[in-house]
C-alpha cells in the first residue's frame, strides 16, 4: 500500500505569508495527487488535481507542483479565508490515501 | 449541478449493521466511479471504498480496515450510492461522506457513532 507523508501537521503564518506544504509519497504515484482544503465543521473542498491543476474557483494564489514521490501545495500570499487543514490525497492506485493534514493557523 | 446527499446515519451498538445512501443529482451514478471517505471526530480524512462506473465494469475496491465489512453498491434506477456496513466497531465512528470521481464534488456527510 502506497503511504502519503504530509509536513508539517501544523504551522503558523501570517496573512502575507507564502506558505508551502509537502506530501511523500512511499512509491511513484505519477501526477495522481490532489489536494484539499478543509474548514472547521466543513465538507473538504479540492483545490488541486492531477497535482498541479487548478480547480476552477479556486483563487490562482493556489499552487500545485511535483510529481513521482514529491509534491507541494504554496498559498502565495496566505489571506484570512485561507486559516483551515489542508489534506493530499494519492489516487494512483488502490486502497487511496490521504496525508494525514496540515493545520494552517494564524501566527 | 451537481448534488450529493447523504443520509442513513446514526447510533449502532458495537457489532451491529447500518446502510449509508447518497443520493446524487445533475449527473448519473452509473457513468461515474463513485467513493466513499470519513472523518472520525477530530482526525483526518480516510478513504474508504470505491466503485467504477458500468462502463469501467463496476469494479469495487476497499480500505484494509473495511474490508470484509463493508460493501459499496449502486441502484441505477434510483440514482443512488450505498454503503452497507456490517460488524461495526467504535473505531467505526465517523462522519461518512460520498464524493463523485476525483472527489471534485463531495456530499454533506452523515455521523455514524458506534457505541453502546
Known amino acids: 500500500d502506497i503511504q502519503m507523508t504530509q509536513s508539517p501537521s501544523a504551522m503558523s503564518a501570517s496573512v502575507g505569508d507564502r506558505v508551502t506544504i509537502t506530501c511523500r509519497a512511499s512509491?511513484?504515484?505519477?501526477?495522481?495527487l490532489a489536494w484539499f482544503q478543509q474548514k472547521p465543521g466543513k465538507v473538504p473542498k479540492r483545490l488541486i488535481y492531477?497535482?498541479?491543476r487548478l480547480q476552477s474557483g479556486v483563487p490562482s494564489r493556489f499552487s500545485g507542483s511535483g510529481s513521482g514521490t514529491e509534491f507541494t501545495l504554496t498559498i502565495s500570499s496566505l489571506q484570512p479565508e485561507d486559516f483551515a487543514t489542508y489534506y493530499c490525497?494519492?489516487?494512483?492506485?488502490?486502497?487511496?490515501?490521504f496525508g494525514g493534514g496540515t493545520k494552517v493557523e494564524i501566527k | 449541478e451537481v448534488q450529493l446527499v447523504e443520509s442513513g446515519g446514526g447510533l449502532v451498538q458495537p457489532g451491529g449493521s447500518l446502510r449509508l445512501s447518497c443520493a446524487a443529482s445533475?449527473?448519473?451514478?452509473?457513468?461515474?466511479?463513485m467513493t466513499w471517505a470519513r472523518q472520525a471526530p477530530g482526525k483526518g480524512l480516510e478513504w474508504v471504498s470505491v466503485?467504477?462506473?458500468?462502463?469501467?465494469?463496476?469494479?469495487?475496491y476497499y480500505a484494509d480496515s473495511v474490508r470484509g465489512r463493508f460493501t459499496i453498491s449502486r441502484d441505477n434506477s434510483k440514482n443512488t450510492l450505498y454503503l452497507q456496513m456490517s460488524s461495526l466497531r467504535a473505531e467505526d465512528t465517523a462522519v461518512y461522506y460520498c464524493?463523485?470521481?476525483?472527489?471534485?464534488?463531495w456530499g454533506q456527510g452523515t455521523l455514524v457513532t458506534v457505541s453502546s
Open positions: 512509491q511513484d504515484i505519477s501526477n495522481y
Open positions: 466503485i467504477y462506473s458500468d462502463n469501467s465494469g463496476g469494479s469495487t
Open positions: 490525497l494519492q489516487h494512483n492506485s488502490y486502497p487511496l490515501a
Open positions: 492531477a497535482a498541479s
Open positions: 445533475g449527473f448519473t451514478v452509473s457513468g461515474n466511479y
Open positions: 464524493a463523485k470521481g476525483d472527489a471534485e464534488y
